[in-house]
């Protein structure tokens, strides 16, 4: 069993950044691809970003290419949501979720992909 404690949310001006952070438990953080979603009022949850095992591989939804970046310390169990040049469009709920898999470099793009999700935290870009 894995337990996702996501933090760093918060309420920023558009143009800010924000970083958020996401505690995994046990310590076999290593062995699973992690990834952020979001999820706006009304609306579906959606993929943001994902790495891989090792964090050699990232991957991003075209939405936030180029102003997100995803890394994550496994000494630490921590991976990282770095949000830059927010937009009010931004806002949501984003939750940091966890997939087991065999492959160091491979990444997940799919909800059902991920096995364990965090209870999510909130991010409000104001224009």
């Known amino acids: 069993q894995v337990q996702l404690v996501e933090s760093g949310g918060g309420s920023v001006q558009a143009g800010g950044s924000l970083r958020l952070s996401c505690a995994a438990s046990?310590?076999?953080?290593?062995?699973?691809?992690m990834g952020w979603f979001r999820q706006a009022p009304g609306k579906e949850r959606e993929f943001v970003a994902s790495i891989s095992r090792n964090g050699d591989n990232t991957y991003y939804a075209g939405s936030v290419k180029g102003r997100f970046t995803i890394s994550r310390d496994n000494a630490k169990n921590t991976v990282y949501l770095q949000m830059n040049s927010l937009k009010s469009e931004d806002t949501a709920v984003y939750y940091c979720a966890a997939g087991d898999t065999t492959f160091l470099s491979g990444v997940f793009l799919r909800r059902d992909d991920y096995d364990y999700w965090g209870q999510g935290t909130q991010v409000t870009v104001s224009s």
């Open positions: 046990p310590r076999t953080f290593s062995l699973y691809v």
